[in-house]
């Protein structure tokens, strides 16, 4: 969700001019924290969950079905849950939900973090449950909260797609299929995509490939763009190179921002043990995303990715030309980077994109660390003289190198020792697939690490599962000192992996074999569950829950969510991505030419609806009997 302050934001025009202000003081904000807090020991071992619905309203009638755009008034009503709401519930019980990007976007986050022993871990599915129970009593009539990554009919032209119906073009996404409508109407979002958009240059650029069927034509060249005539700026942009052959091409920041997913949060009893399970956690970001796969529909085609990252990485890019490597670095003084510190330069990767360093100091760590990371030199100096160790100021640093994108006048000048605004205007803006947090100023919140690459899966089962399958993995790493350290190079190439169609299937991953940090190539069956030089993952977390005094109801449940992840793994279940994909191509009403048209959108749609309710079984993505155990719980 990012940093929600109340306020009056600046122009990308006034704002540019600010950028180093916040840099200096978001830097001293930092240290602040950090000279503070760096002693601080033994904060117990509690995480939680983000989790994001969609508000689609299912018309039986019509058969349509649409975003629903009410996301304020939904929130509003969420906001007078109470007790009562949720019998035998507590006042810290009672979860929160905020705003997202999308107006048809609803976050949820459990009331009171979540330990790590057996009863706990068995309270999450119970408390996603009530999450969803209370978003939907809270709905229209035909509108359901759904946890789906994308909605595949996002930005079609041929029809409506939300409800109520607007007309793209806005002002803050200059877009051809997204209304500036869909922006959640907190300044902060249409701000943040205006300016993206003005520091860039030009629009966002997001090229998906096509899923080419039977009937779809070779080349594909999208029929919804205006290739014979312009009439707005915009057009001239898809005709002249920003729309490619052979893919879905997307133009605005909602089209990534616009699709869910589930984060899981860990708090660890200091900076180091954060910094050890950021680094440990690393490697596994690629096998979760591939695992946990769940949009291959974008605008109304099927893509030939099963997964958002790159979409969301495109979306949010709001690199200029020169940082991208499409100008002269004598372009630098045209409007863009405004960074008195660093020189224009290459930047490899969006804002939005897998995690660039490790953050421990070990020799290993060190070696592995092959990528090249850009940094602002001011602050990489500041923080050595500070006695910060060189990897975590090599961290920030790098986070450092970007430019602010939304800056509030009320928001200038703030105490250093008490604020951690403008830090967090760049933490919050530098979207990895792992995230190191620093404690806020005050109360008893400790040092943190966010681990976000997984998609959002449709049932909560699922999403229980695998938030609950990472936290063991973070007690394996601290109880049991692996240590799978792999060339950062390798993990990058693992997430585009980890994006292909079928990548269970398709796909083999680079991973740390034996003591030596040497890799090799295995499949996701393998890496979870274990070959003759790999214990796998799932092994290990039954060899820790072996010394934990679990119930035996409490074993089987938590043995119920690895078998669910296992299958997956070896491909004897489908991925989200994978069913979805099936469901289209098995439609009587598709034509084999990609397009998932508004009749197969509402069938697929209520299909997943009805299974999440546990009303419909669902062979081959979720285990036999599902629906009873959905309905009795």
Not at 21 to 36: C, N, S, T, Y
Not at 198 to 210: A, H, T
Not at 583 to 605: K, Q, T, W
Request: glycine fraction near 6%; charged fraction near 25%; aromatic fraction near 8%.
């Amino acid at each position: 969700m990012g940093l929600l302050s109340l306020g009056t934001p600046l122009a990308w025009s006034d704002a540019r001019e600010l950028s180093e202000h916040v840099r200096i003081h978001g830097i001293e904000q930092f240290l602040a924290v950090w000279r503070r807090l760096r002693d601080r020991q033994g904060d117990a071992a509690l995480w939680g969950d983000e989790l994001e619905y969609m508000v689609v309203v299912l018309d039986p009638e019509q058969k349509t079905a649409r975003l629903s755009l009410r996301q304020g008034e939904i929130l509003q009503r969420l906001s007078q849950c109470c007790c009562s709401d949720v019998p035998g519930a507590c006042p810290a019980d009672m979860p929160t939900f905020h705003p997202e990007y999308g107006r048809y976007m609803i976050e949820s986050t459990p009331g009171r973090p979540f330990g790590v022993a057996g009863a706990e871990l068995l309270r999450v599915e119970r408390d996603m449950l009530v999450r969803r129970r209370l978003t939907r009593e809270r709905l229209r009539p035909h509108e359901v909260p759904m946890t789906i990554g994308s909605f595949p009919r996002l930005g079609v032209t041929d029809t409506a797609f939300t409800d109520p119906p607007h007309e793209a073009r806005g002002a803050a996404s200059h877009s051809l299929f997204l209304p500036d409508e869909i922006i959640n109407t907190h300044v902060r979002f249409p701000t943040l995509t205006a300016n993206i958009r003005q520091r860039r240059g030009s629009k966002v650029r997001i090229n998906v490939p096509i899923f080419h069927d039977t009937h779809t034509p070779k080349p594909f060249v999208d029929p919804t763009i205006p290739w014979d005539r312009h009439l707005f700026p915009e057009d001239i942009e898809a005709r002249e190179g920003a729309a490619w052959p052979d893919h879905i091409y997307m133009d605005a920041m909602g089209f990534g921002m616009g699709c869910c997913c589930m984060q899981v949060t860990f708090q660890a009893a200091s900076i180091d043990e954060a910094r050890k399970l950021h680094d440990q956690l690393m490697p596994l970001t690629p096998l979760f995303l591939a695992v946990t796969a769940s949009t291959p529909a974008y605008r109304g085609y099927l893509a030939d990715v099963d997964a958002r990252w790159n979409i969301i990485s495109a979306a949010v890019d709001d690199r200029t030309p020169v940082e991208r490597g499409e100008a002269p670095f004598e372009a630098a003084s045209t409007p863009g980077a405004h960074n008195s510190h660093t020189q224009a330069r290459r930047l490899r990767k969006s804002r939005y994109d897998s995690s660039d360093s490790y953050l421990q100091v070990y020799d290993e760590a060190r070696v592995c660390n092959d990528v090249a990371i850009e940094v602002n030199e001011y602050v990489q100096q500041h923080l050595r003289d500070a006695g910060v160790d060189e990897v975590l100021t090599a961290h920030m640093a790098h986070l450092f190198v970007r430019d602010p994108l939304v800056i509030f006048s009320e928001n200038i000048d703030l105490d250093d020792n008490t604020s951690v605004d403008h830090f967090e205007n760049l933490q919050s803006t530098n979207w990895q697939t792992m995230r190191f947090k620093p404690p806020p100023p005050s109360g008893s919140i400790g040092w943190r690490v966010e681990f976000r690459p997984m998609e959002i899966q449709l049932t909560d089962f699922e999403n229980a599962a695998f938030s609950v399958c990472i936290t063991l993995l973070t007690r394996v790493i601290l109880e049991f000192g692996v240590d799978w350290y792999m060339p950062v190079s390798l993990i990058d190439e693992n997430i585009q992996r980890a994006q292909q169609r079928d990548a269970i299937h398709t796909q083999r991953f680079h991973f740390r074999c034996g003591d030596a940090p040497t890799t090799r190539e295995y499949t996701l069956a393998e890496l979870f569950h274990g070959t003759s030089n790999f214990p796998g993952l799932l092994p290990l977390v039954h060899r820790y829950l072996e010394t934990q005094p679990l119930e035996a109801k409490q074993r089987a449940t938590l043995n119920e969510y690895l078998d669910l992840i296992g299958a997956r793994a070896d491909g004897r279940l489908m991925t989200n991505a994978a069913f979805i994909r099936q469901f289209v191509r098995g439609h009587p009403a598709y034509r084999y030419d990609s397009v998932v048209s508004e009749e197969i959108n509402y069938d697929l749609l209520s299909t997943l609806d009805a299974i999440e309710r546990g009303e419909k079984e669902a062979p081959g993505l979720l285990p036999a009997g599902y629906a009873a155990r959905r309905q009795g719980i």
